[in-house]
């Protein structure tokens, strides 16, 4: 009796485990085996909601926003613009006006049918929105229906690369219902996308695709799960046992995991030479940065191929050009600058500079927690002391733009693969509070008008480049990659928009194949 | 006045005075919330404002958040929207959705791993603890007691680790994160919970096995086991229906102290396993700097650890003779 009552308890107990393990197993072999075309992303962050307008970190909610919004245009993988919501667009020759002509065959979740009115609606409330997005928009002056079908932007100073904003945040468009309910809007989308939102948990969010879509051209995954995992390791996990079948990768002991997985053939590596780059933001401000040589010497003492092969895997191409390959502006006889010491300590010498002591603001997370010590050593070998002040990521540039500190490491990202866009940004934008020479801002004001894809465009973008090159204002380190890991299931890896970007991509063409 | 109203008398005094503890607690954590948030380096409004901010955004961020009030009445203005469960919006992880949403959310989560947790870990620690005090200083005692400071000594992390890989990796018999609601689908439920609770309760079961030792070898050495004993009782018998509830008072006790070093645990196992609770939103919101979630997750934290803590009160009180009752 005593015997059979403990031994009922316990098998009672092993029934339990082995039902658990058996549920997951199984869902974990559906998942990965008999999905049929499902794909799981995992990425880092989690939507905080979907109405554009009130996002506060745009950057955050753009993978999730993309799939449920189309926006006026495309930006493709490699980083062009393409036709989307306007079938087609013209800039005026002074580039101080874009008329957008949109497709006549779009509805949207709440039924309402893209026109000129409700795009003009849209785009008027970004502009008067109080968060990032009307940023996107401070160059637009006026919005007008031209007639129900086409729609003119005029823009206060001549600036085509508005364009790309169209491609992203400002560009996606909102039902007229969820315009009309702004509080219902930021927990439920109402978009024209190929993607409808199934449902969603403070975790992931999976949407299925839609059934009306317009553009029949594509076969779009049947169901796709955005999953958020913060823990770079814990998606490599996920990724191992099927519960994922892409995971955006990190440098790091992240990457050295995934190369593991893809080496014996667990897994497939695409890497995207994006646009964004680890940089030092130096204040001209502050003395001796005011003074070129010193920037220079700076520039010279930075062993980037060093920290690319110790520190970043040998991924991060090593860079000194404020346009890296893939950007409007891209020379590519300007090699990254060597290590050189002594000229460095010249250059020093020759402005008059010795026993500098230098503030550098770093953000307290890897990989910059691995590269400050790093450049601090670098530095230190030409005599140039360097207090590394740790702050919290999402401080280090509100921090920065205040003008208070001396540099920054930190990442240059382009919402835009133009150097133009990069100057108005780290240059002549809020993230150089020294500002920037008077030939450089000449430069910039020259390129920044000139058409997209033009060869006058590329010229004076090339010029811009050459310049900072030869005269830095800020330190370029290296060509931050962004990467995947994927299970050879998945198509489309390939084609991510935005992932030359933000690392932040739009998985709208990913699909999968059925395993059987 | 008879003997169960007297009992009844000294327990509603018990209680009450513990419930105006727990008041009383709450209070000074909720102060300490708004107080901390002063101490945190930088400008919670300056990140609360998010990517490009403008001085006007963050002028604005800096009003919603009450950051532009001075300090004592934004306390007692805290304190105020407390009692009605109003912790205010989420400034930038959800924004404008109220953070008592957000964290009701969270909330199943974490009470779920807590308890399984907490259950893995007195289903362990108490069979254990007794098997060893049985025999004090035999091989068994000596290597079960030996077997809890190793564990104890682990990192609950590095325990996740391990067991992720093992378990989820390697024999793939778990899901190596996320989490299924219960009422969405039981059995899923607890083949994500399992490894996160085994992570979190394998920790607490050394701490509490070794209290259950100390406590049972206590007790066994009492005269009236002995006596027990001598009039032929069962061994069953004298260890489940007298020692136990002579040991019980110290047990519960440090199970209500392993709740809150289970909560303690859960910032970093929630992320380990990817599992949205109050850990991850704790993490988040730092991360992000949402001050409204970051206060309102820590009065809810705090909140469960006293609530937790008066559970065990009342299960003391049921299991404590008056006349001790009476002294405590």
Request: charge should be neutral; hydrophobic fraction near 45%; aromatic fraction near 6%.
């Amino acid at each position: 009796m005593k015997c059979s009552r403990a031994t009922s308890v316990l098998v009672v107990a092993a029934v339990i485990v082995i039902v658990a393990a058996c549920s997951s197993s199984a869902s974990q072999n559906n998942r990965s085996s008999g999905s049929g075309g499902a794909v799981s992303l995992g990425e880092t962050f989690m939507v905080s909601q979907w109405d554009p307008a009130q996002s506060v970190n745009p950057i955050v909610d753009f993978p999730y926003q993309a799939q449920v919004y189309d926006r006026l245009l495309l930006r493709q993988s490699d980083g062009t613009l393409a036709p989307m919501l306007a079938s087609k667009w013209e800039v005026a020759p002074d580039s101080k006006s874009i008329t957008l002509h949109l497709r006549s065959d779009v509805t949207f979740a709440d039924g309402s049918r893209l026109n000129s009115a409700l795009v003009v609606a849209n785009l008027k409330r970004y502009q008067q929105a109080k968060t990032a997005i009307a940023g996107q928009l401070a160059n637009v002056d006026t919005v007008t229906a031209v007639d129900d079908t086409a729609v003119r932007l005029t823009l206060k100073a001549a600036d085509p690369l508005v364009l790309y904003n169209l491609s992203w945040g400002a560009g996606m468009m909102v039902g007229q219902k969820g315009l009309d309910d702004p509080s219902a809007l930021s927990k439920r989308p109402d978009g024209s996308g190929g993607f409808v939102l199934q449902s969603q948990t403070p975790s992931a969010a999976t949407f299925v695709r839609n059934a009306s879509y317009w553009d029949k051209t594509r076969t779009y995954a049947p169901k796709l799960t955005i999953n958020n995992m913060i823990d770079p390791s814990a998606r490599v996990n996920a990724f191992q046992t099927g519960e994922i079948n892409i995971a955006s990768v990190k440098l790091g002991d992240n990457y050295t995991a995934s190369k593991a997985l893809a080496d014996k053939g667990a897994g497939k590596l695409y890497t995207y030479k994006s646009n964004a780059q680890y940089q030092v933001f130096l204040n001209t401000k502050s003395a001796p940065l005011d003074k070129p040589q010193v920037r220079e010497a700076l520039s010279l003492a930075i062993d980037r191929s060093q920290i690319n092969s110790a520190l970043l895997n040998g991924q991060c191409a090593p860079s000194s050009s404020i346009a890296p390959s893939g950007t409007v502006g891209y020379v590519a006889d300007l090699k990254p600058v060597d290590v050189d010491v002594a000229q460095a300590k010249s250059l020093l010498q020759s402005a008059g500079v010795s026993n500098f002591t230098m503030h550098m603001l770093v953000p307290s997370s890897p990989p910059f927690t691995l590269i400050a010590p790093a450049l601090q050593q670098m530095f230190g070998k030409i005599g140039v002391k360097v207090e590394l002040d740790q702050v919290e990521v999402q401080s280090a540039f509100p921090t920065w733009t205040q003008g208070n500190s001396q540099a920054m490491l930190n990442q240059a990202t382009v919402s835009v693969p133009d150097a133009v866009a990069y100057a108005e940004n780290a240059v002549v934008g809020p993230n150089s509070p020294g500002g920037s020479p008077a030939d450089i801002t000449a430069l910039v004001d020259e390129a920044r008008p000139l058409p997209i894809g033009s060869n006058q465009r590329a010229t004076a973008e090339q010029a811009l480049t050459k310049a900072l090159y030869s005269s830095p204002l800020h330190l370029p380190i290296c060509q931050i990659p962004s990467t995947y890991l994927y299970s050879e299931a998945v198509t489309g890896v390939d084609n991510l928009p935005f992932a030359l970007n933000f690392d932040a991509p739009d998985a709208r063409f990913l699909n999968s194949k059925p395993v059987s | 006045m008879s003997k169960a109203e007297g009992r009844w008398t000294v327990t509603v005094a018990f209680l009450l005075r513990r419930l105006l503890g727990v008041v009383v607690t709450l209070v000074l954590v909720s102060v300490g919330a708004v107080l901390l948030i002063e101490l945190v380096p930088g400008d919670p409004a300056v990140v609360s404002a998010g990517d490009f901010a403008t001085p006007d955004s963050i002028a604005s961020a800096r009003h919603s958040l009450g950051l532009d009030k001075p300090l004592v009445p934004r306390v007692f203005s805290f304190l105020g929207h407390m009692l009605t469960g109003n912790f205010g919006v989420s400034a930038n992880l959800n924004p404008g959705i109220p953070v008592s949403s957000v964290i009701a959310e969270a909330l199943p989560v974490t009470i779920s791993l807590v308890l399984v947790s907490l259950l893995i870990a007195i289903v362990i620690a108490v069979p254990v603890g007794i098997a060893a005090a049985r025999r004090p200083g035999s091989l068994l005692d000596r290597g079960l007691t030996g077997l809890a400071s190793t564990f104890l000594a682990i990192p609950s992390f590095v325990v996740g680790v391990i067991l992720i890989q093992v378990l989820a990796i390697q024999l793939n018999w778990f899901p190596a994160l996320g989490y299924v609601s219960i009422s969405e689908d039981p059995v899923a439920w607890l083949s994500h919970i399992t490894l996160p609770s085994l992570t979190l309760g394998l920790v607490s079961a050394s701490e509490l096995a070794r209290q259950v030792r100390s406590a049972f070898v206590e007790t066994f050495d009492q005269d009236f086991v002995r006596a027990a004993e001598g009039a032929g009782l069962r061994r069953r018998t004298i260890v489940l229906d007298r020692a136990l509830r002579n040991s019980a008072v110290p047990i519960l006790t440090v199970v209500g102290f392993q709740v809150a070093r289970i909560l303690g645990g859960i910032v970093i196992v929630e992320n380990i396993y990817s599992m949205p609770g109050l850990g991850t939103l704790a993490y988040n919101s730092v991360l992000r700097r949402d001050l409204p979630v970051m206060q309102g997750v820590i009065v809810v934290s705090a909140l469960l650890v006293v609530g937790f803590n008066l559970l065990v009160d009342v299960l003391i009180v049921l299991v404590t003779p008056s006349t001790r009752l009476q002294h405590a």
